[in-house]
Structures are given as structure tokens and as C-alpha cells.
């Protein structure tokens, strides 16, 4: 986010902006000029957000919403379309990492539906308001952990087998699948969309999982990025470019499979299943 010029008067949506990158790209985005619309579960912490984003610009607007729960993220999709006459970016950056096997109301596992089913889902009940901005940009923050990750279709929410760092990687790697299988459906319109690796970044990602979590998670924290150094990586800027993984600004290589097109095509025709949401073309 280098250029402010090109982020004044912008219009940008950030979920999970209440901790660790999300807070720090909202501050930083407001910080240029840009209009910040703040997706949250907690909303006294989206408040607080909004008035560290408001010291340097314009108070954040606040839409309370929790990302695990179809219903209500069609619910605030539903509000954000009403509110905002048109979106510039849209920023997936809330996750979850779960030490043990959850599922969520609509009985889905907990990391599949917040990680990679609540970014299928808000990005296409957007689209319209996306598409109404001259050069809307989607973003959605994935993970090097993603070549952890594999697809097992016959157990999507791995029921059978839970291993907590294997299910996160999975959730990556369909942020990236996705990323790369809605670029290609874009593909001849304004509209771009990307994922990146947003660096190991010391946040409170995993630590809804207890105390040993907790104080693993703080162990570790001086070995990880800042937030604020996560969120540069979290640019929504990346010069028209589309369809491309980056790292550290730079576009990389993602795995092999993220690359296999049969993959990504059943991975959503799968998204659609358990959304119930559908493609309504460009």
C-alpha cells in the first residue's frame, strides 16, 4: 500500500479487522484515504478498531456478522449491498484455527466454513457491489501453510481423520484454488482478484484453543512478523495483476495441485453445494 493517492476516496470491506493483520491493514488503509467497512463477530472490538482507524482518518463503519454462520453472512452481504453504493476492494483476511474437530450451526467443520466457505460466499453475494467500482480488486489472505493442505472430496471436513494443522493448510489451499478458479471466470473484466501469504505473523490466530495454545502461540510471537508487517504484505494493490499467489509483494509459486483445474473446478462445484450460493456469471 504504497500509493495513497490510489486509496483516497476508495471504499474497502476487511472481515477478521478486530486482531493482528486485519486491524493493521484497516488502520493502514484508512490511513490513505480510504472508506473502511469493518466485518465483525465482537463488535466492541470492532469499535475499538474503528477508533484507532478514525485517529488518522474517517471512523470505520462497523457490520456485525459471524463468518461461521451462513445465514448471517448472507445477512450482512445483504447490508453491505444496501449501505455502500459500490465496493473498490474486498479484503478476506478473517480465520480460525481449531485444535479439535467443530462443526458450526449449519454443520459444517468450523475452519472449512470460517476459512474458505465464508470467502466463497461473501465474495460472489458481492460481486455486483464490486462490479459497480471502476477497478474493484478482491484479496484473499491464504498461507504458506496451504502446502500442508490436502483435499480428501469423500470428507471435505475431514470427520474421519482431524489433524489441526493439516485442516488449516487445507482451508489455505482452497483460498488459493478459489482465488485462482475465480480469476479465470473474471477473466476480461476490471475486476482482479489474488491471495498472498501474509508471512508467520505473531496475532490471536489459535488462540481460542485454551491455555497451552495460548501460551504457545505467545512463545513463539517474537519469531513472527509484526501484524503491521503481515498487513503490507496484505496490499490490495498489486499493479492490475490477477489470478497470481504473492509473498513478501513478490508473485510466487503455489503448489502443484493448486494449479490442477479439475481440482479447482470440483472444489467449487462442492462451495456451491454447501452454500447454496451460485456462480451468476461475470
Given at each position: 500500500m504504497s500509493d495513497a493517492a490510489a486509496?483516497?476516496?476508495?471504499?474497502?470491506?476487511?472481515?477478521?479487522?478486530?486482531?493482528?493483520?486485519?486491524?493493521?491493514?484497516?488502520?493502514?488503509?484508512?490511513?490513505?484515504?480510504?472508506?473502511?467497512?469493518?466485518?465483525?463477530?465482537?463488535?466492541?472490538?470492532?469499535?475499538?478498531?474503528?477508533?484507532?482507524?478514525?485517529?488518522?482518518?474517517?471512523?470505520?463503519?462497523?457490520?456485525?456478522?459471524?463468518?461461521?454462520?451462513?445465514?448471517?453472512?448472507?445477512?450482512?452481504a445483504a447490508e453491505l449491498r444496501a449501505a455502500l453504493p459500490r465496493i473498490d476492494v474486498l479484503l478476506n483476511n478473517a480465520g480460525v484455527v481449531n485444535l479439535r474437530y467443530a462443526t458450526t450451526a449449519d454443520g459444517i467443520e468450523t475452519t472449512l466454513a470460517v476459512n474458505h466457505l465464508a470467502y466463497f460466499m461473501l465474495t460472489l453475494l458481492l460481486l455486483d457491489s464490486l462490479r459497480a467500482a471502476p477497478a474493484?480488486?478482491?484479496?484473499?489472505?491464504?498461507?504458506?501453510?496451504?502446502?500442508?493442505?490436502?483435499?480428501?472430496?469423500?470428507?471435505?471436513?475431514?470427520?474421519?481423520?482431524?489433524?489441526?494443522?493439516?485442516?488449516?493448510?487445507?482451508?489455505?489451499?482452497?483460498?488459493?484454488?478459489?482465488?485462482?478458479?475465480?480469476?479465470?471466470?473474471?477473466?476480461?473484466?476490471p475486476t482482479t482478484v489474488n491471495c498472498l501469504h501474509p508471512g508467520a505473523v505473531g496475532t490471536r490466530l489459535g488462540q481460542n484453543n485454551g491455555r497451552i495454545a495460548t501460551a504457545i502461540t505467545k512463545m513463539l510471537r517474537p519469531f513472527f512478523r509484526t501484524p503491521e508487517q503481515g498487513a503490507d504484505t496484505a496490499s490490495p494493490e498489486v499493479a492490475g495483476a490477477s489470478g497470481q499467489y504473492f509473498a513478501n509483494r513478490r508473485a510466487i509459486r503455489s503448489s502443484a495441485i493448486s494449479y490442477d483445474e479439475a481440482v479447482r473446478r470440483r472444489l467449487w462445484d462442492e462451495s456451491e453445494r454447501l452454500t447454496g450460493v451460485r456462480w451468476s456469471g461475470p
Open positions: 486509496m483516497a476516496g476508495r471504499t474497502v470491506v476487511v472481515t477478521g479487522g478486530t486482531s493482528g493483520i486485519g486491524r493493521a491493514a484497516a488502520r493502514e488503509i484508512g490511513r490513505q484515504g480510504a472508506s473502511v467497512v469493518l466485518v465483525a463477530r465482537d463488535r466492541a472490538r470492532a469499535e475499538e478498531t474503528a477508533a484507532e482507524v478514525a485517529k488518522d482518518g474517517a471512523p470505520a463503519r462497523i457490520f456485525v456478522a459471524d463468518l461461521a454462520v451462513q445465514a448471517d453472512v448472507r445477512r450482512v474493484p480488486r478482491i484479496v484473499n489472505v491464504a498461507s504458506e501453510a496451504h502446502r500442508w493442505g490436502r483435499l480428501d472430496f469423500d470428507d471435505l471436513g475431514n470427520a474421519k481423520r482431524y489433524r489441526a494443522t493439516r485442516v488449516y493448510g487445507q482451508s489455505k489451499l482452497c483460498n488459493i484454488l478459489f482465488t485462482y478458479e475465480l480469476a479465470r471466470r473474471l477473466r476480461g473484466t
